[in-house]
C-alpha cells in the first residue's frame, strides 16, 4: 500500500471511529473482516473479541459509511487527476482537496475546472473584459458607461467574442464577476449554511394544478424555516411538485414579512459584495453597477445553485430518516412474536369473490382450502350460516385453535363471522375434545400487505404448486401468524408496507438498509435448516439464493441434516460459507449443541463449561441452574475472551432461546366495525401499524388507522414515538376526535385525557388546543413544541394530568401489523399520512 493510499485509509478509519464513538482499532478490525467477506449478523455474534464487541447496528452503521467515504475517496482522486492533468492543480487546492469531507465539498472545489461548454463570462474573457471588471471593482469613481466604450470593438469584427456597445461590455464584465462569485468557494459554504439555518422553504398551487392539488391542500399556502421540515414533510413537499400540485421556492427569510426578507436578502448581497470586492460608496459612479451586479450574482446564480443543494441535503434527511422508520418498522413486524406450531385457519376476506379459506397444520403445510360466500345474502342469509358450517366443519376436523383474518376489504366483516365461528365451536363436543389440553381459540386480524405479491410469485408456485393463486393468499395469512418471520422473507420487504413514502426514496439504499433488517432478524432468531423454505435459508449468513436452493435440493435428495458437519456435503458450501452460517442454522434431533446458537468452532469450550457444571453435552437442557453460578474468566484462552465465554453460557443456561415475545392479540370492540361506530370517549384496544416520527397509527377495527400524536403518547417529554410503542405493539387508546367527512381518528394512549372542550378531573376547563398557524408564518417546525407537535396531527387532545403510557416492551406485542395497503404507488404510510392530512 502507498503512502497516499495509507493515509486515505487512517482517514476513513478515525473518522468513522469518531462518528461511532469507537477506538480507531475496533473499526480496523471490522473494517479488515469486512473486506474478508465476512458478514454482519456473523462479526456481531461470533468475533466480539477481534471488534471489542461492536454491536450489529454499529457495524451496520461502520459498512454504510464505509462505503460513502471509500466513494467519496474515489471521487477526490478522480477530481486531483482531472485537474492535475489540466496543470492547474496547486498545493493549496490540493490541500484543500485533501481536507474536504463530504462529496459536495470535493464537487464545489472542482467546479472551475469541470470540463464544460463556453459560458458567458468565458466569452467574455476572450473578448478581453476581464480587465474592465477589475478596474470598475476596484476603482468606484469610474464612470462605468465611460470606461466600457474603450472596449468597444473598434474594427467592427463580428463573432460572439465581439463588442458592439458599451452596454455590452458591461454585461461582459458583470457575467465574469458573477462567475467568480459562483466559484467562490469560501463564499459559497458560508452562504449555504446561512441559508440553512435562516432560509424558508415556501410552498403555493402550481399553475394549472388539477384535481391532484386537493390531496395537497395543507401546502398550498405553506411556508416553514429550512432546517425545521421534518421529514415526512419534506417528502410530501418534494411529491406535490413532483406531481404537478406545488409550486416550491426557497427563500432568505419567510416571505410573509416582507422586512425581514429585505434584510435577509441584503445580508446575503452583503457578503457576495466582500468576496467580489464591490465596496462602491453609494453615489460614486461605479456604484449602481456593483450593486446590480452583486444583487445578480446572489439571486441569478449562487442562490438557485444552493437552493438545488438545499434541496438535495433536505432529500438526503428526510430520506435518511425515512429508511430508518421504514428499517425500524419493518424489524417489529418481522421480529412478532410467533404463534408456533398451532393449527390455523386461514381466510383471506372478499365480497363477491368470496372468502378463500386454507387451512394450514401445526407445521405450516396446507392441508385442505375452500371458497365460501357469507356476505352474498347478508348475516342473516342462508350463504352466512352454510359459511359457518362450512367453517365450523373444517376447525373441528383439523383442530384449528386460531383464525387469522385478513385485514383488506370485508375484512371486518368476516371477523364478525370468525367471532360466530367460536362461539359455534365451544358448544362443539369434538372440538372442545380435541383441544381441551391446548391454548384457548382465538381469532386474530392480519395484514394482507404483500400476500398478494407472493400469491403471484414463482416462490408460491414452487411451494404451492397444486393451490389456485387466490387460495394462496389465505395459506400465507395463516402462516404468517405461525411465524411472521419465517413467511415474511418469501416477500420483498418494500411489500410488507410499514414505510413512509418509500417509493420516492432512493431504491438501491432502500433496498440495502431493508435487506440489512432482514438479515439481522433472521439470524437472531436462527433457522431449522430441515424445515426452512430457500427465502428463509437465502438471509442466512454467508448463504445467499444459490446455497439455499442447495441447501433444500441436498436435504429432498438425501434427507433431514442429522448434524451441522453435514452441511459440508452440500455442493458450493464451503469452509467460509460454514464459518459464516453454521451458527445461525439449527438441526434438531441430534446433539442439543446444535440446535443451539453456539457456533461449532466454540464446541470445545462448551464442552469445557458443561465439564465445569457437572453434565453432558447430551444434558444441556438441566445445565442452567449450574451454568449459572460458573466465573466466565476460567474459561478465556487464547481464542476465547470473557464475551464470547458469556454467549456460550448463556446459550446453555437457555438453549434453543426465541429471542421473540409471548404471542397475544388484540380483543376489538365488538359493534365498533367502521368510523361510524366511533365515538370520543371510547376506549379501544388496537394494533399499531406504524410508527412515524411525529406519532403512532393504530388500527383499531374500522378500516381507518386513527393517529397518537407524539404529544399523546405520555405524560413526559416524548422525542421518539418508538420510545413508547413499537409496529406490531397491542395499546389501549382513548378516542379523541373523529372527522368522519376528512377520515381522521385522533387518539391519545393516555387513558384519562379529557376530550376537547371538556371539563378537566379538577372542574377547570380542559386546555384548549393551539390554534392554527397563520399559512405561511413559517411556525410549523419539527423543532417546536409539544402543543406545535399537536398541529401536525390537524388537531389536538386535551392535556390534563394523566397515567403514562405504556413504556418500550411493556406493551405487548401482537402477532398482526395490520397495515393498510395504499392505492397505486403509495404504501401503507405514505396512505396514512394522507389520511391524517400530513401529504
Partial sequence: MNSSAADSTATVTTRIAAELGVKPWQVDAAIGLLDAGSTVPFIARYRKEVT??????????????????????????????????????????????????????????????????????????????????????????????????????????????????????????????????????????????????????????????????????????????????????????LRGERDGALSLNLAEADPADAEALAEARAGYEAAVARAVGANA????????????????????????????????????????????????????????????????????????????????????????????????GGKSGAKWEASLAVLEELAAKHATTLVAVGNGTASRETDRLAGELLGRLAKNPAFTAATASGPVPAKVIVSEAGASVYSASALASAELPDLDVSLRGAASIARRLQDPLAELVKIEPKSIGV????????????????????????????????????????????????????????????????????????????????????GFLRVTGGSPLDASAVHPEAYGLAERILSAAGVTRNDVGAAAASVATLDPARFVDERFGVPTVRDVMDELARPGRDPRGEFVTAALKEGVEAITDLAPGMILEGTVSNVAAFGAFVDVGVHQDGLVHVSAMSTRYVSD???????????????????????????????????????RHDGAAAEPGPPEPRRGAGTRGAGQGRGDRNREAGRSGGRGQSKPAPQRGESRRGADASQRQGGGDDTAMAEALRKAGLA
Fill in 721 to 759: 414515538p418508538r420510545e413508547v410503542v413499537t409496529s406490531g405493539a397491542i395499546v389501549k387508546v382513548k378516542v379523541l376526535e373523529v372527522d368522519t367527512k376528512r377520515k381522521r381518528i385522533s387518539l391519545t394512549l393516555r387513558l384519562d385525557d379529557p376530550l376537547p372542550g371538556e371539563a
Fill in 499 to 582: 414505510g413512509q413514502y418509500q417509493h420516492d426514496l432512493t431504491a438501491a439504499k432502500l433496498d440495502r438498509s431493508l435487506d440489512a433488517v432482514v438479515e439481522d432478524c433472521v439470524n437472531a432468531v436462527g433457522v431449522d435448516v430441515n424445515t426452512a423454505s430457500p427465502a428463509l435459508l437465502s438471509r442466512v449468513a454467508g448463504v445467499g439464493p444459490t446455497l439455499g436452493r442447495n441447501i433444500v435440493a441436498y436435504r429432498d435428495a438425501n434427507g433431514p441434516f442429522a448434524s451441522r458437519k453435514d452441511l459440508k456435503k452440500v455442493p458450493r458450501l464451503g469452509e467460509k460459507a460454514f464459518e459464516q452460517c453454521a
Fill in 52 to 237: 471489542g464487541t461492536l454491536d450489529d447496528a454499529q457495524l451496520r452503521t461502520l459498512e454504510e459509511r464505509l462505503r460513502y467515504l471509500r466513494e467519496l475517496e474515489d471521487r477526490r482522486a478522480a477530481v486531483v487527476a482531472a485537474i492535475d492533468e489540466q496543470g492547474k492543480l496547486t498545493d493549496a487546492l490540493a490541500a484543500a482537496l485533501a481536507a474536504a469531507t463530504t462529496k459536495t465539498e470535493v464537487e464545489d472545489l472542482y467546479l472551475p475546472f469541470k470540463t464544460k461548454r463556453r459560458t458567458r463570462a468565458q466569452i467574455a474573457r476572450e473578448a478581453g473584459l476581464e480587465p474592465l471588471a477589475d478596474a470598475l471593482l476596484a476603482d468606484p469613481g469610474l464612470d462605468p458607461r465611460t470606461t466600457a466604450e474603450a472596449y468597444v470593438s473598434a474594427d467592427g469584427t463580428e463573432g460572439d467574442t465581439a463588442v458592439a456597445t458599451p452596454d455590452d461590455a458591461l454585461a461582459g464584465a458583470r457575467a465574469i464577476v458573477i462567475e467568480r462569485a459562483g466559484q467562490d468557494v469560501e463564499l459559497v459554504t458560508e452562504l449555504r449554511g446561512r441559508l440553512w439555518r435562516g432560509g424558508v422553504v415556501r410552498s403555493a398551487v402550481a399553475p394549472g394544478a388539477g384535481e391532484e392539488a386537493a390531496k395537497f391542500a395543507d401546502y398550498h399556502d405553506f411556508a416553514e424555516p429550512v432546517h425545521k421540515l421534518p421529514s415526512h414533510r419534506i417528502l410530501a413537499l
Fill in 281 to 376: 460608496p453609494a453615489g460614486t459612479p461605479a456604484a449602481d453597477w456593483q450593486a446590480r451586479t452583486v444583487r445578480l450574482a446572489w439571486k441569478g446564480r449562487i442562490l438557485s445553485r444552493l437552493e438545488s443543494d438545499v434541496r438535495s441535503r433536505l432529500f438526503e434527511a428526510a430520506e435518511e430518516q425515512a429508511i430508518g422508520v421504514f428499517a425500524a418498522n419493518l424489524r417489529d413486524v418481522l421480529l412478532a412474536a410467533p404463534a408456533g406450531n398451532r393449527s390455523v385457519l386461514g381466510l383471506d376476506p372478499g365480497l363477491r369473490t368470496g372468502v378463500k379459506v386454507a387451512v394450514v397444520n401445526g407445521t405450516g403445510r396446507v392441508v385442505e382450502t375452500a371458497t365460501i360466500y357469507p356476505h352474498a
